[in-house]
T-cell receptor, first 118, second 117 residues
């Protein structure tokens, strides 16, 4: 079974600054995907960024980027130029890839509550 | 763009009653997932369906059952409700897999908030 750990229950950052959220995972799988989801106060789950384990290049989506260290099983999210709208709960998630199968489950970490302060 | 639709958005039931939650995936999505998020918890995977067949199963209680219909919508049936079933229930949808066997990302609906009293 896979486990995902987010060691920072809460974080805060000043508007326009940069913040990094940590995530580690444990798995014996070699083929998997990692995701960061954002859950604002509306409780909607919004995909922020995804990373394929077989790709060494770190994924980037505008102000969001990841630092993927496969050997260390670490997958941190960096938010640059933080905005008030980034205030939300952030979940790290793991999905193993079962070839020939769809409907693969996401395993989530416990979440990090991020507050962006004006 | 069309999103995942869940109904009802809010539901209040008493202990030992039954509840049915519905999920309508994004058009052309053939895979549906159900997650349960308790208060202050991370989402927990319950079950998924691909092309109307059960695909993956998580920590779904025996009191719960689900299915996917020919139009790809899905229903989660919950019986003998307990106080601990109070949670936000998410449905997500995706396309199955690409030709390269790469799983597509899951798009979440707004959730159904179930309160059991």
């Amino acid at each position: 079974a896979q486990t995902v750990t987010q060691s920072q229950p809460e974080m805060s950052v000043q508007e326009a600054e940069t913040v990094t959220l940590s995530c580690t995972y444990d798995t014996s799988e070699n083929n998997y995907y990692l995701f960061w989801y954002k859950q604002p106060p509306s409780r909607q789950m919004i995909l922020v960024i995804r990373q394929e384990a077989y790709k060494q290049q770190n994924a980037t989506e505008n102000r969001f980027s990841v630092n993927f260290q496969k050997a260390a099983k670490s997958f941190s999210l960096k938010i640059s130029d933080s905005q008030l709208g980034d205030t939300a709960m952030y979940f790290c998630a793991f999905m193993k890839v079962l070839r020939g199968n769809a409907g693969n489950m996401l395993t989530f970490g416990g979440g990090t509550r991020l507050m962006v302060k004006p | 763009a069309a999103g995942v639709i869940q109904s009802p958005r809010h539901l209040i039931k008493e202990k030992r009653e039954t509840a049915t939650l519905k999920c309508y995936p994004i058009p052309r999505h053939d895979t549906v997932y159900w997650y349960q998020q308790g208060p202050g918890q991370d989402p927990q995977f319950l079950i998924s369906f691909y092309e109307k067949m059960q695909s993956d199963k998580g920590s779904i209680p025996d009191r719960f059952s689900a299915q996917q219909f020919s139009d790809y919508h899905s229903e989660l049936n919950m019986s003998s409700l307990e106080l601990g079933d109070s949670a936000l229930y998410f449905c997500a949808s995706s396309q199955g897999q690409s030709a390269q066997r790469i799983p597509y990302e899951q798009y979440f609906g707004p959730g159904t908030r179930l309160t059991v009293t």
